[in-house]
């Protein structure tokens, strides 16, 4: 059933008069008046509805009834992101969503090819948060993953939070992910293109981060990322 996010108060019984990008999006699928569709605006639920109205530029919409709120993971993955450039990074907060990650932190390191700042900054910051709303409807998560503002790696170190395992993808003093106890929460850091530089390690490390590989093979950053998300959830997560 397509799923649409409407960030507005959802309630069973409630007539919506749907937001213009939602009636575009439908409009594309071909939906119908009389259809069956699902809203969700990050309060954990689903709100299933019936479309009264679907026209050119206008859809009415009638929610039939509220769903459970959805469990919070029994893993929480932070992922820091040196931000890389075109669409990589775009497919990387994509599917990271899909995989699981509850939050997103993008930042500026050494290497990174992409230098944002200021206006660009923050509408690059917009699209991202757009491709993970995105994400949700298409993965069925009903709670949206934040995208952080984009900061230097020396102002993310500083302001990351205390509480949860911190991970730095590096092949220079790495461990192995089944070493280590299973985590409730995880704060994983994965550099650039060009990977993290020696002084970018360092301060990683002096900031309680320990290393991880999954093999001896180099991965291009956006591999990285995903595949080792997905060897958390499956070590420690919904995926065990």
Not at 10 to 18: D, H, P, Q, V
Request: glycine share 8%.
């Amino acid at each position: 059933m397509p799923r649409f996010f409407v960030p507005d108060d959802l309630a069973a019984g409630r007539i919506l008069t749907l937001p213009d990008n939602v009636v575009r999006h439908m409009q594309v699928l071909r939906l119908r008046a009389g259809g069956e569709v699902v809203f969700f605006n990050g309060n954990g639920r689903a709100y299933p509805a019936r479309l009264v109205k679907l026209e050119k530029r206008t859809a009415v919409a009638e929610i039939t009834a509220e769903g459970p709120s959805e469990n919070m993971p029994p893993l929480a993955i932070t992922l820091i992101q040196a931000v890389s450039a075109g669409e990589r990074m775009d497919f990387t907060l994509q599917k990271s969503v899909e995989l699981g990650v509850t939050e997103i932190i993008p930042v500026i390191s050494e290497r990174s090819v992409v230098r944002l700042s200021g206006e660009r900054a923050e509408k690059r910051v917009a699209r991202w948060q757009e491709i993970v709303i995105a994400a949700c409807e298409q993965s069925g998560r009903n709670r949206i993953p934040p995208v952080r503002p984009l900061q230097n790696y020396a102002a993310a170190l500083n302001t990351l939070p205390s509480d949860g395992l911190k991970l730095l993808m590096s092949l220079n003093r790495a461990g192995k992910l089944s070493s280590l106890p299973p985590p409730k929460a995880v704060l994983f850091m994965v550099g650039p293109e060009g990977g993290w530089t020696a002084a970018e390690e360092t301060a990683a490390f002096d900031a309680g981060f320990q290393a991880i590989t999954l093999g001896s093979r180099i991965l291009r950053t956006e591999t990285a990322s995903l595949a080792a998300i997905a060897a958390m959830q499956t070590l420690w997560g919904d995926f065990a």
